[in-house]
C-alpha cells in the first residue's frame, strides 16, 4: 500500500509529461513516431492502472481497518487556502471506483491513441492530436483523483479545456470551431451553478473535501432547502458536462471533431465525469434534490432516444445515444442507486467506445462520409468493423451475457423496485414515468442501434462509387477487437467491474454509516429509506429478507426482467422489420405530413437548437450589436472631443505661453537693455568725464560733511 | 598782520583749485599732468605749513619731501605711459583714449 | 616783513597757476609752471624748511620739469593744431572748481587754528635726516624701491613699437 501514492502521482504526471513533451517536439517528431510516442505512453499508465488495481485489491488483506479493497479509502489531504475559518484543501480520495474509473480510462485511451495513428495519417497537426489527448488523460486521472471539490473543478475545468482543443482540433472547418465554442460555453452555463453549488456547500459545511463534507452535512447540518438548492446547482454542473436535458445541445455537434476523440471523451470519459461527481457528492442529496435529478434524467432518456431514432448521421445519431445513456446513469443516481449508475458509466466506456471507433473504421473507408445514405452493404468491404459495431449494439441494447445487460437491469429493476415504493406512499401516479420511460427506452434503444447498423452494413450499396475503395485498415481493427472484449466481459462477476463498484460502497460507509438514520450510500436509502441494495437475476446472492421493503425490492428486480428481458430481441427485430431495404419504408410513411414533421422534428433535435437560438443567443447578439452601437457612435465621439478639446486647449496655452509669458520675459529683457544702455553711457571713455564727476561729488560730500559740522 | 596759517592755507586752496580745473581743461595729456604736479604742490605747502605750526617733529617736512619724490617717479611714469600713447595713437590728444568705453 | 614777501611769493605762485590753467600753448605753460614752482620754494624758506626747498628746486625744477619739456619735445608733431576743450567742458570745469574752493574756504575760514610761534631751530636739516633714518625707515626704503621699478617701467613702456612686416 505504500507504493500506492507514487503509482497515483506519477498516473497523473506521465501524460503531463507526455503533452508537454510532445508539444515540445511536435515539429521534431514525424507521422508516426509521435502517435509511437503516445502509445508509448498510454501503455505504461495503462501498466500503471492494473499496478495500481493489483496493490489495492492485495491492499487491505481482507482487515476493513486499513486502506484498500473492501477496507478503507486511502486519503491524502494537503492544505492549499484558508479564508477566514474555513480551508480549502487539496485532497487525494482513492476508494474502489477511484481505482477501477482509472483502469477503464487508461484501458479505452490505449485502444483509441493506438487507433488514431493510423485513422489521422496524414493529418498536418498529427503529433498535436496526441499530445492534447494525454492532456486529456493527465485532466480526467486528476478529476478521478480528486477528493475535494475545489481539486476536482480544477480539473473539470481543465478536462472542458480539454474537449474544446479536441473537438476543434480541425479547426479549418468553420463546424469544428463553433462546435468547440458551443460545447465550452454550454458547458460553462453548467459550471456556474456548480461553483455556486460548491461555495454554498463549503460556506454552511466548513470544508471542501469530500470526506469532511459528508461527515459534516449530518454532524452539523444544513437547512433542508438550502441544502436541496447547493444540490441541484452542483447537479447543473453534471447537466453540462455530462449533455442532460436542458444543455444536451452541444453533445451532437461536437461531433464534427476526429472520431477517436469521440470515442474517448464524448462517450467513455468526460462526459462521464458528470455522473462521476453525481456518484461523490451522492450523500450530500437531499431527496427533493434526487427526485429533481430524477426528472432531468428521465427527460434527457426520452430526447436522447427519440431524437437517436431520426438522425442521418452516424456519428450524431451515436451522440443522441450517447445522450440517451447519460440520462440512464442521472436517473439511476436520482432513484437512490448508486452501483447502478457508475456500474452502467463503466459498461457503457466500454461499448460506446467500441461503436465509435467502429463508426470511425467506416468513415476512414468512406473518406470521412458519416451520413447513412451514403452507406450501405459495408459488411463485404469491412467485416471486422460490421462485427465489432454489432458486438457493441448487443452489448448496448441489454443481450444477455454482455456487459450492458447486467448494468441496464440493475437499473431498471431498482427503478421498479422505487416506483413500487412511491406508489405504497401514496406518491402521485406521475411518478411511474420514471419507471416507465427507461423501459420504453429499452426497447428503442436496439431499435435505432439496429437501424444503424443495418442502413450501414446491410443489404445493398447506396453509393457505389464510394464505398468501392472502402478498405478495411487492419490496425484500426486491433482496438475494436480489444474493445469488443472488454464489452462482453465487464460485466461478469468474476472481472474486477462490478465488485470494485460494490466494494466503493462499502469503503465510503466509513465515512457516512457512522450516521445510520441519515442517508447512505447504500441506493433507494434516502428516497425512501431502504438500506439494502438491489441485486440482479443471475446471481444467486443471498440477501437479508428482515425487512418487508427488502421484498419489494427483490419484486422489483423480478418485474425488470419481465419488463425488458427481450427488449432487445424485440428492438431488433423492429429494426431489420423496418430498415432491411433501407429508407424505402420510412420515405414512404414520410409522404404523410404528420409523420415527415415528426422526423423532421426529431432529426433536428426537437429544434432546441433554434430555440436557444432565438432565445438566448439573439439577445446577446443584440445586446452586443447595441453596445458596439454606443461604444462607436457615442463613446468614441465623446472621446475624440475630449481629445479635440485638449488639443485645442495646447493650443490656447501655447500662444498665451508664446504670447504673453514670452512677452513678458522679452519686455523685462529689452527695459534691462535699454537701462543699460543708459547706465553705458557714464562709461564713455573719457577721462576727464570721470574726473569731473569725482571733483564734484567730492566737493558735494565735503559741503554736506561742512553743513553738519559748522 | 603776522603771518598766520590760515595765509598758507587758503593759498594751498587756490593752487589746489587751479590744479583741478587745469586737469579737467587741459586736453592736452601733459597739460594734464601739469595741473597734477599743480595739485602735489598745493599739498605740499599744506604740509609744510602745519608742520612750522605744529610742534618740533619734523614729519611734515618729512611727508613732503616724499611727496616730491614720488611726484617725480609718477611723472616719469607718466611721461612713458604718454610716449607710448602717442606711439600707438599718433596724437597727443586725450579725447582720442576713449577705448574703454562701456 | 614776512607778510610782505608772503604775498609777493604768493602773488608769483598764483600767477603761474592761472597760467598754466589759461595757457593754450604747452611750452608756455611749462615755464608758467616754473615760475609757480620757483615761489612754491621761496614759500618754503620762509616756512623754515630750507631742505625742502632745496630739494623741490632741485627735483621738481632740475627734474621733473625738465623731464616735462623733454616729453613735450619727444611728443609733438609737426604742425600742432591747438587742443581746445569745449564750451560746456569749461564751464563744467569752472564749477567744480570753484565749488571745491568754496568749500576749502569755508573750512579753513570756519577752523581756528592754534596760533604758536615756534622758535626756529638751528639746524633744520638734522631732525629731518633722523627722521628719515628712525621713524620713517620704512618708507624711505620702500620709497627706494619705488624708484627702481618706476625706472623698470617707464624705461618698458616707453619702448619703440616695433612695426609688424605687412
Not at chain 1, 491513441?113 to 489521422?120: D, G, K, R, V
Not at chain 1, 426497447?443 to 464505398?467: A, E, H, M, N, Q
Request: proline share 4%.
Amino acid at each position: 500500500m505504500s507504493s500506492l501514492p507514487y503509482l497515483l502521482l506519477a498516473m497523473l504526471l506521465l501524460p503531463l509529461l507526455g503533452s508537454v513533451l510532445l508539444l515540445w517536439l511536435e515539429d521534431r517528431l514525424d507521422e508516426p513516431l509521435g502517435g509511437y510516442a503516445a502509445t508509448a505512453f498510454a501503455a505504461m499508465e495503462l501498466g500503471l492502472a492494473v499496478a495500481a488495481m493489483v496493490v489495492w485489491l492485495q491492499g487491505s488483506g481482507g482487515v476493513p481497518s486499513l486502506a484498500g479493497f473492501g477496507g478503507l479509502p486511502y486519503v491524502q489531504s494537503f492544505r492549499w487556502a484558508a479564508v477566514g475559518g474555513q480551508s480549502l484543501d487539496l485532497q487525494m480520495y482513492v476508494d474502489s471506483l477511484t481505482i477501477v474509473m482509472l483502469a477503464m480510462i487508461t484501458f479505452v485511451n490505449l485502444a483509441v491513441t493506438f487507433y488514431s495513428i493510423a485513422y489521422l495519417r496524414g493529418d498536418k497537426r498529427f503529433t498535436r492530436f496526441f499530445a492534447y489527448l494525454l492532456l486529456f488523460v493527465f485532466s480526467i486521472v486528476g478529476l478521478v483523483l480528486s477528493g475535494s471539490l475545489v481539486g476536482l473543478l480544477i480539473f473539470w475545468e481543465l478536462v472542458g479545456l480539454c474537449s474544446y482543443l479536441l473537438i476543434g482540433f480541425w479547426h479549418e472547418k468553420p463546424a469544428a470551431r463553433s462546435a468547440a465554442i458551443k460545447a465550452f460555453l454550454t458547458n460553462r452555463v453548467g459550471d456556474v451553478g456548480f461553483i455556486v453549488g460548491m461555495g454554498m456547500f463549503v460556506a454552511y459545511l466548513g470544508s471542501a473535501t469530500l470526506p469532511e463534507l459528508w461527515v459534516s452535512s449530518h454532524v452539523e447540518g444544513m437547512p433542508h432547502t438550502l441544502m436541496t438548492v447547493a444540490g441541484v446547482l452542483v447537479f447543473c454542473g453534471a447537466i453540462g458536462k455530462s449533455a442532460q436535458f436542458p444543455l444536451q445541445t452541444w453533445l451532437p455537434d461536437a461531433m464534427a471533431g476526429p472520431t477517436p476523440a469521440s470515442a474517448m471523451i464524448h462517450a467513455a470519459t468526460m462526459v462521464a465525469a458528470g455522473v462521476f461527481l453525481l456518484a461523490r457528492v451522492f450523500p450530500l442529496l437531499t431527496t427533493d434534490a434526487r427526485l429533481f435529478i430524477a426528472i432531468v434524467g428521465a427527460t434527457t432518456i426520452t430526447v436522447g432516444t427519440l431524437c437517436a431514432l431520426a438522425q442521418r448521421d452516424i456519428k450524431r445519431a451515436l451522440a443522441y445515444s450517447t445522450m440517451a445513456q447519460l440520462g440512464y446513469m442521472v436517473l439511476a443516481i436520482g432513484l437512490g442507486s448508486w452501483i447502478g449508475a457508475t456500474f452502467h458509466l463503466l459498461t457503457h466506456a466500454f461499448f460506446k467506445s467500441l461503436l465509435f471507433l467502429s463508426a470511425g473504421s467506416v468513415l476512414a473507408a468512406m473518406h470521412h462520409e458519416s451520413r447513412l445514405e451514403r452507406f450501405g452493404g459495408l459488411w463485404r468491404h469491412l467485416p471486422v468493423t460490421t462485427i465489432a459495431f454489432a458486438i457493441g449494439s448487443l452489448a448496448m441494447a441489454g443481450a444477455p451475457y454482455l456487459s450492458g445487460f447486467y448494468s441496464k437491469e440493475l437499473i431498471i429493476g431498482h427503478a421498479a423496485a422505487w416506483s413500487a415504493l412511491a406508489r405504497d406512499d401514496g406518491r402521485s401516479a406521475v411518478l411511474s414515468l420514471l419507471l416507465w420511460i427507461p423501459v420504453i427506452a429499452a426497447y428503442l434503444t436496439p431499435l435505432y442501434l439496429t437501424r444503424l447498423w443495418v442502413l450501414t452494413f446491410f443489404g445493398r450499396t447506396r453509393d457505389r462509387s464510394l464505398s468501392r475503395h472502402a478498405r478495411e485498415a487492419g490496425v484500426l481493427s486491433f482496438p475494436l477487437v480489444m474493445l469488443s472484449g472488454l464489452a462482453i466481459v465487464a460485466g461478469y462477476g468474476w472481472f474486477p467491474v462490478r465488485s470494485m463498484v460494490e466494494s466503493a460502497v462499502t469503503e465510503t460507509q466509513h465515512y457516512v454509516q457512522a450516521f445510520p438514520q441519515t442517508i447512505s450510500v447504500d441506493p433507494l436509502a434516502g428516497s425512501w429509506p431502504v438500506p439494502q441494495e438491489a441485486v440482479d437475476t443471475d446471481a444467486d446472492t443471498a440477501t437479508q429478507p428482515a425487512d418487508p421493503l427488502e421484498t419489494r425490492v427483490t419484486d422489483g428486480a423480478t418485474r425488470a426482467a419481465s419488463l425488458t428481458g427481450w427488449a432487445w430481441l424485440v428492438g431488433m427485430i423492429a429494426g431489420f422489420a423496418i430498415y432491411a431495404r433501407g429508407f424505402e419504408l420510412t420515405d414512404r410513411l414520410a409522404k404523410f405530413v404528420p409523420f415527415h414533421a415528426l422526423r423532421r422534428w426529431l432529426a433536428s433535435g426537437m429544434y432546441f437548437d433554434d430555440l436557444y437560438a432565438l432565445v438566448l443567443v439573439a439577445p446577446t447578439q443584440a445586446l452586443s450589436w447595441a453596445a458596439t452601437a454606443i461604444d462607436r457612435n457615442v463613446l468614441d465621439p465623446a472621446i475624440d472631443f475630449t481629445a479635440r478639446s485638449v488639443a485645442q486647449l495646447g493650443r490656447t496655452t501655447a500662444y498665451f505661453d508664446q504670447q504673453i509669458v514670452d512677452g513678458v520675459v522679452r519686455s523685462t529683457a529689452a527695459a534691462a537693455w535699454q537701462g543699460a544702455a543708459v547706465a553705458r553711457g557714464t562709461q564713455g571713455g573719457r577721462v576727464r568725464v570721470y574726473v569731473a564727476s569725482a571733483v564734484l561729488t567730492l566737493a558735494l560730500g565735503a559741503a554736506v560733511v561742512l553743513w553738519m559740522v559748522i | 598782520m603776522t603771518l598766520g596759517l590760515h595765509h598758507f592755507l587758503f593759498l594751498g586752496a587756490i593752487l589746489f583749485a587751479c590744479g583741478i580745473v587745469t586737469v579737467l581743461i587741459k586736453r592736452h595729456a601733459i597739460g594734464i599732468l601739469m595741473g597734477v604736479e599743480l595739485m602735489l604742490n598745493a599739498a605740499n605747502l599744506n604740509l609744510v605749513a602745519f608742520d612750522h605750526y605744529t610742534g618740533t617733529a619734523p614729519h611734515g617736512q618729512t611727508f613732503a619731501l616724499f611727496v616730491i619724490v614720488i611726484a617725480a617717479a609718477e611723472a616719469a611714469v607718466a611721461l612713458a605711459i604718454f610716449m607710448n600713447f602717442h606711439n600707438n595713437f599718433a596724437s597727443i590728444d586725450v579725447d582720442r583714449g576713449s577705448e574703454l568705453r562701456g | 616783513m614776512d607778510v610782505a614777501l608772503f604775498y609777493a611769493l604768493a602773488a608769483l605762485v598764483v600767477a603761474g597757476a592761472i597760467g598754466v590753467v589759461t595757457g593754450r600753448h604747452i611750452v608756455r605753460m611749462a615755464i608758467q609752471l616754473l615760475a609757480a614752482l620757483l615761489g612754491v620754494a621761496g614759500l618754503y624758506v620762509l616756512l623754515a624748511a630750507e631742505f625742502i626747498a632745496a630739494a623741490q628746486l632741485v627735483i621738481y625744477v632740475g627734474g621733473t620739469l625738465v623731464l616735462i619739456i623733454f616729453g613735450v619735445m619727444l611728443t609733438a608733431r609737426s604742425g600742432t593744431s591747438v587742443l581746445r576743450p569745449s564750451r560746456a567742458e569749461a564751464i563744467v570745469a569752472a564749477v567744480a572748481g570753484l565749488a571745491l574752493l568754496t568749500v576749502l574756504c569755508v573750512a579753513i575760514g570756519s577752523t581756528s587754528f592754534p596760533h604758536v610761534i615756534v622758535p626756529r631751530p638751528a639746524d633744520a636739516v638734522a631732525p629731518l635726516g633722523g627722521a628719515l633714518l628712525n621713524q620713517y625707515l620704512f618708507p624711505f626704503e620702500l620709497a627706494s624701491l619705488l624708484l627702481l621699478a618706476v625706472m623698470l617701467g617707464a624705461a618698458y613702456l616707453a619702448r619703440p613699437l616695433q612695426r609688424r612686416p605687412r
